[in-house]
């Protein structure tokens, strides 16, 4: 049993770049690696969203994505998944030494803007399996408008009933661990401070240092969202600490001073769920929740949070049984081909998996410079000797062989072929397989370097995959 840190990150960028450096997003305060949380969510409302930015975005990274990776990868991070839907965007990174647990990681949508039509609202989700716990993470874009309150009731309980993941058709609340954030849009209804000039001057009139919503009480019990999970007209079972800073919206861009045209409000939330509060083995602390007053690039502020959340796996943090381990890789030469080593136990290497091949410092899943299916046959372990022949003699189907050597706890050994292909300069790199079957990682091999041969080899046998 052990705990796992995530730092959430909700921010409407009102479809500004990221001209101003991300370090602010990471209020880390000069923190050592050890205490660096070891998930990272940030969810962006209203990213461009124009024609040419959706046709270049979906071949590299939008401007967002690839500064925080720049970010990030100087803290050893690795992006596992981007999920955009027109101006919605989500990023999960975590920590290297998570990538091998990852597993049955899946992604939903679902567009509300437009009777459903137009994806400028809704929500893009993920959800995932790390150490035994189900994860899903939701950034979401409700109605906006303060006469739109039933329309942002309704588009929670539509992205609820329409999300679903994987082959068990897994909903978001059927999940151990529930993180949900974005610009929810809930404003302040009518009840005390009627105008933004009243709303303004109450939040100015309080000392900086205490400008939060324990002292800007009479705005706090406006605020539609406390209201509508009090009656559970929606969110019922998730829980907010009281936010601790004052309304995130809207703002002057650029500027301090709230924009008047609009009544400022907390449109800019994190709530979270466990699928059993009253169960000791899910527990959610929430250890801060607060704006980044420093970023002022939109009419909105960024809020983050971080917590800690309790994995009950009867496994060691440092000792998973993993199904499938990469032997050692003494040598790559380039220029022909190359064999490796797989140790398998209680898995069966499926058509359709794949293996990556990846730089050492490889910063995204998505950075894969070469892959190769896994075949549609493989050859299975015989009582004669023929079957050992090498693989010279194979036919270009059949190249995953299972060796005779039986581990001492039960695993194969299993021998793959890469052709020349695969790598094709010199340098450091690493592989990783993917199952087909649940979308997860099963194996990253330890870091290899690859170099042009030393002698002439023979390498006019044909062998791709």
């Given amino acids: 049993m052990g705990d796992l840190t995530f730092y959430t990150v909700t ?85 290297r030494k998570h990538v091998p647990l990852l597993k049955e990681m899946e992604s939903s949508e679902t567009r509300t803007g437009l009777l459903g039509l137009w994806g400028n609202k809704g929500a893009v989700s993920f959800s995932f399996k790390i150490y035994g716990a189900t994860i899903c993470c939701v950034n979401c874009h409700f109605a906006a408008h303060e006469e739109y309150l039933k329309h942002r009731i309704n588009d929670f309980h539509t992205i609820i009933e329409s999300q679903q993941f994987g082959s068990s058709k897994k909903t978001i609340l059927n999940h151990d661990y529930v993180f949900w954030f974005g610009d929810l849009n809930f404003r302040l209804d009518h ?48 829980f907010e600490p009281l936010p601790m800073f004052p309304p995130t919206y809207r703002y002057i861009f650029g500027s301090s001073s709230y924009d008047l045209k609009r009544r400022p409000a907390w449109t800019d939330r994190i709530l979270y769920k466990t699928i059993d509060p009253s169960n000791e083995k899910y527990i959610l602390e929430v250890l801060s929740y607060k704006f980044i007053e420093s970023i002022k690039l939109s009419d909105h502020r960024p809020v983050y949070s971080e917590t800690s959340v309790q994995i009950c796996s009867e496994e060691n943090f440092n000792d998973v049984d993993q199904p499938v381990i990469f032997q050692p890789i003494n040598t ?134």
């Fill in 191 to 238: 009840s005390k401070l009627k105008s933004a000039e009243e709303i303004a001057s109450q939040v100015n009139n309080v000392n900086s240092s205490l400008r939060n919503a324990v002292t800007l009480t009479n705005i706090w019990v406006q605020d539609e969202l406390s209201s509508v999970m009090q009656k559970s007209k929606a969110f019922q079972g998730f």
């Fill in 332 to 465: 790559w030469q380039l220029e022909t081909e190359n064999e490796i080593n797989l140790q398998i136990k209680e898995y069966i290497p499926w058509a359709n998996d794949w293996i990556g091949v990846f730089n050492e410092k490889y910063t995204s899943l998505d950075d894969y410079l070469s892959y190769v299916y896994l075949p549609l046959e493989t050859i299975e372990r015989e009582e004669t000797n023929n079957e050992y022949r090498r693989f010279d003699n194979m036919t270009s189907m059949c190249r995953v062989k299972f060796l005779p050597e039986v581990f001492s706890d039960g695993s194969k050994r299993v021998c793959l072929k890469f052709s020349e292909t695969m790598v094709l300069n010199p340098g450091s790199y690493r592989l990783i397989y993917f199952s087909s079957v649940n979308n997860s990682v099963l194996a990253v091999s330890n870091p290899f370097i690859a170099t042009k041969q030393t002698c002439a080899l023979n390498t006019s046998h044909e062998f791709g995959w």
């Fill in 11 to 95: 921010y409407n960028v009102a479809t500004r770049s990221p001209k101003q450096p991300l370090e602010d997003l990471l209020q880390w305060n000069g923190r050592t690696e050890y205490q660096l949380p070891d998930f990272c969510l940030f969810g962006f409302q209203e990213i461009k969203a124009q024609p040419q930015n959706l046709l270049l975005d979906s071949i590299f990274d939008d401007p967002w994505t690839a500064a925080l990776r720049d970010v990030l990868s100087g803290y050893n991070y690795v992006k596992i998944r981007t999920v955009k839907m027109v101006g919605l965007l989500l990023n999960v990174f975590c920590k």
